[in-house]
């Protein structure tokens, strides 16, 4: 793999760091986007239905069971990468309006070169900031709002606080979902302020996790479905517990336990999201 990388790797500086396309050994045509050695984003060119990280396949499988299938929706995703749920959500639900907004311009140029995606008039990519993007945004314009946004390998504090959420809420339909990619480790003290934070404004919610993660044990992605109505848990559960790699669904009591005593997240206290431990990414690179 080292001579493949070596020759095939796409390395290119952008706004926010050292980009790098690596191409996937055992899939071709597929390529996992790092920054600053940080794995953003995995694409397969040829099946955009092939998610290889298990927090994508769980934010996936929400996007799947909060509407109909194949009914088309409107998103909004927060942070682009290699748009590997825009895709997602364009060859599993046609005719869904899709706006993405990357903060990385130079980025979005790198992808669109060398991983572009289909032409779409109703998928749009915007530069600019995800907070600023929401408070242009029209009240009740959105099905769904995810939300992955990264710098290097933590979410700025700017997207972690009651005011951001109020926004994510405000820009939602009744009936819609947000879903939150949060990345946290022992002792979970950020993702139970996010789960707080979000359940203040939006309080229908679960969370979907590795045991391990969810336990404290190690660190991980879990993501947060959350709404003004209930999100589908039993659907979530069975779809966690048949993953590649298994998950848990936390809801009702449970959550209620993870989050107790969590204050809520303001901006005046704000803060970026748990570093991942040194050399977590390191293996096989």
Excluded at 66 to 80: K, S, W
Excluded at 145 to 167: C, I, K, M, N, Q
């Amino acid at each position: 793999m080292g001579r493949k990388r070596a020759a095939d790797t796409v390395a290119a500086r952008v706004d926010t760091g050292q980009a790098e396309l690596v191409p996937d050994p055992d899939r071709p045509g597929s390529w996992t986007l790092l920054l600053d050695g940080a794995p953003q984003s995995h694409v397969d060119l040829a099946d955009p239905t092939h998610l290889e990280f298990e927090y994508v396949r769980r934010l996936a499988a929400a996007i799947d069971l909060v509407a109909p299938a194949g009914a088309p929706l409107r998103v909004l995703h927060l942070g682009g990468g290699a748009l590997t749920l825009p895709r997602y959500v364009s060859a599993t639900r046609p005719g869904s309006t899709q706006r993405v907004v990357e903060v990385d311009g130079a980025l979005v140029e790198l992808v669109r070169q060398a991983l572009p995606w289909p032409a779409d008039p109703r998928l749009r990519v915007r530069v600019a900031d995800a907070r600023a993007v929401l408070a242009a945004s029209r009240d009740a314009s959105y099905d769904i709002v995810v939300a992955d946004v990264f710098a290097g390998a933590r979410t700025p504090a700017h997207l972690t606080s009651v005011e951001y959420a109020a926004e994510v809420a405000r820009v939602l339909r009744p009936t819609g979902f947000h879903l939150a990619n949060v990345a946290d480790g022992p002792p979970l003290r950020h993702a139970r302020g996010q789960v707080a934070t979000v359940r203040s404004v939006l309080p229908r919610a679960c969370l979907v996790g590795d045991a391990a993660v969810l336990r404290g044990r190690r660190y991980g992605n879990l993501v947060l479905v959350a709404g003004r109505v209930e999100p589908p848990v039993p659907e979530l559960t069975r779809r966690a517990a048949g993953d590649w790699f298994p998950g848990r669904v936390l809801a009702g009591d449970e959550l209620d336990r993870f989050a107790g005593g969590a204050r809520v997240v303001r901006d005046a206290d704000a803060t970026d999201s748990t570093p991942p431990p040194p050399g977590i990414f390191s293996v096989g690179r």
